[in-house]
């Protein structure tokens, strides 16, 4: 009961004291009222069984609701819902009818024919309404009441100080030129806003191989990213695929990275990433799974959904919408004859409106959550771009629009910031940019293994694992902690998800296995982008470029010889790292070049991102970089994503980092990932956050 008090005074509280000023608030409810009021008229318009005498009515109508919502409906869902989500579902639609309901009784020329008019009403009208706000920008910045009922769900919130807290986000696969052109444009205004102030500073720092979510974040979070040859790699000694998204492996790769003092270890929480940061509360976490982590289901995350009035309304709205347009954009794709293109399935439009809409919102929701309880150090990644772009292209249309709801999701967190118990410095980072390009299969009708296969005279048994957008790992993820959860909703999610579960984890879109039917495959052929990676297992070592020679006599040279291949770089008994390119070769160890230098269009940086690659222990036998345009920044992915990372050329390899202006890099443009662990960490002790006497 005293929580339903204090969720009342709270109400009562921020309304008095709202930020805008008295003046602003009055506007923005009279706006509000007046798009409710039109949305309600237009759903009266479209259902038979409910009619409108007048606007009038309309307004007086949704007031009605409003105040059922604002009254009575935290009084019912109280009591509900920490016992079941199910139950709370249910709750929700019997308080919608019962809205309908109240309406109808008390608002002399309103109608409502039935409770199942009632029902599809309540649907209707939150949709048109959704869509209006969204049309005329009523909601920038997010609503009082999510601020609200963010604050009433803090219980045991940290003690008022002036020490701050860092919240950090992550833009999954947005590259440094593509922030900068879209603030340019006049897009990305919250980022835009703070940059042009001059409170935060945009600056480039340069990923090295390999250029991609787990290698990157594992070198921001922890310091240390050495060994993390690709997103999947074979490791020779237990002849064993690993692989980034693989709770059990990405759990291993922190256990080889933590030195225990991660980015987040003191009092910090880790929000839908790969990797933990030593973090002290995990959520939606890949590593954090195989310790049996609850995640969510130490969370009332869920509850936002239900006690906001069009909260769970709003999200089918917009997770339909973004359905809806994903299909129309797709066909309009297809139609131009537009080029690279990927074809698109429904499955994908699913997983893009999953990430863009109950992702998305679940970090905002989550980051919230935590800034009130006064978290030292946030860090959340918004995979949302990245999965777009992926497949759409890092620069079209549908991957913008994604950047430009990140942003309004960043201006949400930061108007909540607003009343929160401490105040927060926020930092804006990309892990890695993205190239564009059509496919490798797509330019030469085969895949990378295909041709090792080819060129092998086709007796090569081989094993080529493909790859998925990171929103299918952190879709995965979420959904693994759904089933962990305690409760009849967990009990459904269980059994619905039952022949996609394994030791507790949900894979909705299963990888095949190593081998071909009963086969152990000879060779282990790899993409992470246009960065190809090839083994021949069952040696306990690295083959060097002798005994490849020996073995397979002239496949090094045809590979490099390829139109689609850049170089390949290998391992000399004699003299260590060998590039080899169609018309020449570079020694990484004397920086000898034989003919023409097959590293010249890669930047200055290549040399060292390739011997960093090459001296780590399960390096593959043959590395492959593919194709690069350097006019056009375009590769050819040795995966079936247009929008690729993990190797060298283009945009991928320049990430941005923005940051408070009087926090200054310790360089000009940080090389590899740890150096922004170096410099994030003197930023935290800077304000009272250090990590040396973390557990």
């Given at each position: ?490 009990s459904v999610a269980r059994l619905a998800l039952a022949d996609r579960t394994t030791d507790g984890v949900v894979d909705i879109d299963p990888e095949p296995q190593l081998g071909t039917s009963s086969e152990v495959a000879q060779i282990v052929v790899v993409g992470s982008g246009n960065l190809g990676l090839v083994y021949f297992t069952g040696f306990d070592h690295r083959l060097t470029v002798e005994e490849l020679e020996e073995r397979h006599p002239g496949l090094i040279a045809s590979l490099a010889d390829h139109p689609g291949v850049s170089f390949v770089c290998v ?125």
């Amino acid at each position: 009961m005293k929580g339903l008090v204090d969720f009342y005074a709270t109400q009562v509280r921020l309304l008095w004291e709202w930020r805008g000023g008295r003046l602003a608030l009055l506007k923005r409810l009279v706006i509000t009222l007046a798009v409710a009021t039109l949305s309600f008229a237009l759903t009266a318009a479209l259902l038979p069984g409910l009619s409108v005498a007048s606007l009038s009515a309309a307004a007086l109508a949704v007031i009605l609701i409003a105040l059922f919502n604002a009254l009575v409906r935290p009084l019912a869902l109280a009591f509900i819902a920490p016992r079941s989500l199910i139950l709370t579902g249910i709750a929700v639609l019997v308080l919608q009818v019962a809205a309908f309901l109240v309406v109808e009784r008390w608002s002399p020329g309103v109608s409502v024919s039935s409770t199942i008019t009632a029902i599809v009403a309540s649907f209707v009208y939150a949709i048109i309404n959704t869509t209006l706000t969204a049309i005329l920008g009523v909601d920038r910045g997010g609503s009082y009441f999510g601020y609200l009922v963010q604050a009433l769900r803090a219980k045991g919130a940290a003690p008022a100080t002036d020490r701050p807290g860092v919240v950090i986000f992550q833009i999954d696969g947005l590259a440094y030129p593509i922030l900068a052109a879209r603030v340019r444009a006049g897009s990305v205004n919250t980022m835009a806003s703070w940059i042009r102030n001059g409170t935060h500073r945009l600056s480039r720092w340069e990923a090295q191989l390999p250029s991609m979510t787990s290698a990157s974040q594992l070198g921001i979070l922890h310091g240390n990213n050495d060994g993390i040859p690709a997103f999947r790699w074979f490791e020779r000694d237990r002849q064993k695929l690993m692989v980034s998204s693989n709770p059990a492996d990405a759990a291993e790769m922190v256990h080889r990275a933590s030195n225990g003092e991660g980015l987040l270890s003191n009092d910090g929480v880790s929000i839908c990433n790969l990797v933990t940061g030593d973090a002290t509360r995990s959520y939606v976490t890949t590593a954090a799974l195989a310790d049996g982590s609850r995640g969510l289901g130490d969370s009332r995350a869920f509850l936002p959904f239900f006690f906001s009035p069009t909260g769970y309304l709003r999200s089918l709205t917009l997770f339909l919408g973004e359905l809806i347009t994903e299909r129309i954009q797709d066909r309009r794709t297809r139609r131009a004859g537009v080029v690279p293109r990927l074809d698109r399935d429904f499955k994908y439009a699913g997983m893009r409106a999953a990430s863009n809409v109950f992702l998305r919102d679940m970090n905002v929701s989550l980051i919230i959550e935590e800034m009130y309880r006064g978290a030292n150090v946030i860090y959340a990644d918004f995979t949302d771009y990245d999965e777009i772009a992926h497949h759409s292209g890092p620069e079209r249309v549908e991957a913008l629009q994604a950047l430009d709801g990140i942003d309004a999701a960043f201006a949400t967190i930061v108007k909540a910031a607003e009343d929160v118990p401490r105040p927060y410095r926020f930092v804006v980072l990309s892990d890695h940019g993205q190239s564009l390009g059509s496919t490798f299969k797509q330019r030469y009708g085969e895949s990378l293994g295909g041709l090792v296969r080819r060129l092998m005279g086709g007796r090569a048994t081989v094993a080529e694992q493909r790859s998925r957008g990171e929103g299918a790992a952190f879709t995965n993820t979420f959904l693994s902690e759904v089933v962990r959860t305690s409760g009849a909703s967990a009990s459904v999610a269980r059994l619905a998800l039952a022949d996609r579960t394994t030791d507790g984890v949900v894979d909705i879109d299963p990888e095949p296995q190593l081998g071909t039917s009963s086969e152990v495959a000879q060779i282990v052929v790899v993409g992470s982008g246009n960065l190809g990676l090839v083994y021949f297992t069952g040696f306990d070592h690295r083959l060097t470029v002798e005994e490849l020679e020996e073995r397979h006599p002239g496949l090094i040279a045809s590979l490099a010889d390829h139109p689609g291949v850049s170089f390949v770089c290998v391992r000399s008994r004699a003299r260590g790292g060998l590039v080899v390119g169609s018309q020449g070769a570079r020694y990484l160890v004397d920086g000898r070049v034989e003919g023409k230098d097959p590293l010249e269009t890669f930047g200055p940086n290549a040399v060292a991102s390739l011997c960093r690659e090459d001296a780590m222990e399960h390096a593959p036998d043959l590395l492959l970089i593919s194709q690069y345009d350097p006019e056009l920044g375009e590769v050819a992915a040795f995966e079936e994503l247009i929008g690729s990372h993990g190797g060298l050329g283009g945009a991928q390899t320049e990430p941005f980092i923005l940051h408070p202006a009087e926090w200054k890099l310790d360089e000009p443009v940080p090389l590899g990932a740890p150096a922004i662990y170096r410099n994030l960490r003197r930023w935290l002790k800077s304000v009272g956050i250090p990590l040396e006497h973390a557990a």
